[in-house]
């Protein structure tokens, strides 16, 4: 735990440092006092206790209280800005880290999983350890100074009270060897819910409309039982270790008091040594037992520790150092590549020469898509190699990379804002100007013109105040404002209106003027002209040519165009 704590605030390591300087002074201050006690029992059981001695002492323990306030006050205020930064830190690094990953990561952990780490876990971190911190320093600092006034007194009672710590410690452990195991089945059943419930809200319209949301929802309930029986048991079951524990503390302290009675019966020992242990031995334990109550939460906010720290670790697509290509054609090599080990594309070669234009055809799962995000490096291949201008794109720095390429595809995802901010995306730099002219080429401000606030109107989430058609316009702006070398679309017109399609051919005319493109598309028709065509079948390439030569080859190309001529004159 301490390691993995300390991975965590190495992201701020001074303001952490400063922390604990005040949490510990705080501790000091607070167990202090009961030892200023102890100088006035002393002076009262002298022989001529001295009067202005005492209260010296006790004008020094009043003076000690109020810089106890002023410092608790600081210690709090600092520990709050320190975890609630920390935490904010700690979100910012995972955001970041989460755009290197592979889109494969995604693919093992679920969108509730993952936001469960960044959003649940990390709170976990800052609301448990933001408030244990300066019980944890009270328990080490207080209890060490209580302790070393206590050896002065007299060892014997001190090494009997401090006997309780070994055997507490046994109780510990199997408290943290439960915690541990029961805490991951609930921080599970904890991720189960958020992944059933996101899955309910995001696919709420489908379930009404297939009045399934009385089935669903069942689902969705027994997981909340489940988490609610997991969270009990996670609790209460190592409850009474802990509590077993407090009671070895009480059981050392009256072990202490009789081994104190003997010892005062046989003249070992003075009274006012017996009264300081029986004050002082009270309030030992006293910080120890706050942190033994918080330990099992900090054994909880440990296991989401390990995950965060799992998350920080996950390896990020590799990144070169290579300069960006000054052409723009790509290259397949010997390229193979699978999902979660499934082979899915194998053995392509090809090249697109720059600013020529590929289509890929294939039946739906014959891999076209996944050759478009290959390119676009969403996935890292197996084994060959891809290359853009004659670098390989594995070197080419990430954050780099992106800037070669735009994607119009079938499904847009649009955010929460403004047609005109949603378009802004494609190059934040971009002056309004620009934004509009790419507005107006890609067909935008012909629908953005009749909507109460034009290009500023809000798209609502994923874009869903709009239509397919209006979307793929958006999408198509964005790709035009960022102006990249190299163009992928990716069945960008399948599912529209002819009125839409006839708009967005146009919107990609302008999209893909000298530039090398890779198209997608379903009607081959709208593929005849491509520089060179590629038909895969099962992940490989079964024929490749211009349309002319491949209509001659009389293969699986003359196949489908036939079939698509005729179905052009079926009427419903
Ligand atoms: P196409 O675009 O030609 O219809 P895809 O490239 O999308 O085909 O898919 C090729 C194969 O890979 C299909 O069998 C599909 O089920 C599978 N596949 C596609 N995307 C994924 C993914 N993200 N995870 C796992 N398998 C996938
Ligand atoms: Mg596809």
Known sequence: MIRN???????????????????????????????????????????HPNTTKIWTVVGVMAVMLVLQFFIAAKSMVQTNIWVYGLSTKLRITLGNRLRKFSLGYFKQKNPGEVAAIVLQDVANFEGIFGHSVGNLAAAVFGTTVLSVFLVIYDWRLALCLLAALPITYLFLLAANYLVSRLGNKQIAARNTVGANFLEYVQGIRHLKSYALIGKKHTGLEQTLKDLCQKSIRMEAVPGPFIVTAFIVFEITFLAMVALGLYYLNGNLITIPVLISFLILGYHLYHPLKVVMVDYLSLRYMNESLKRIIEMLDAPAMASGTAKLPEKFDICFKDVSFGYLNKPTVQNLSFHIPEKSMLALVGHSGSGKSTIAALIARFWDVNSGKIEIGGVPIKDIPQEQFYQLISEVFQDVYLFDDSIYNNI?????????????????????????WELPKGLHARVGEGGNKLSGGQKQRISIARALLKDAPIVLLDEATASLDPENEIFIQQAI???????????????????????????????????????????????????????????NGWKV
């Open 509 to 567: 005319q302008e999209l893909v003027k000298s530039k090398t493109v890779v198209v997608i598309a379903h009607k081959l028709a709208t593929i005849m002209r491509a520089d060179n065509i590629l038909v895969l079948e099962n992940g490989e390439i079964a024929e490749r040519g211009t349309h002319a030569q491949l209509l001659n080859k009389n293969g699986i190309y003359r196949k489908m165009w036939d079939i698509q001529q005729q179905s």
């Open 5 to 47: 704590l300390n991975r965590i605030c190495q992201l701020d390591p001074k303001a952490t440092l400063k922390v604990f300087f005040w949490e510990i002074l705080h501790s000091i201050f607070v167990a202090a006092p009961s030892g200023i006690v102890l100088i006035i029992v002393w002076e009262l059981f002298s022989e």
């Open 424 to 448: 802004k995306i494609g190059n934040p730099e971009a002056t309004e100007s620009e934004i509009i002219d790419a507005a107006e080429k890609a067909q935008v401000l012909s629908f953005a």
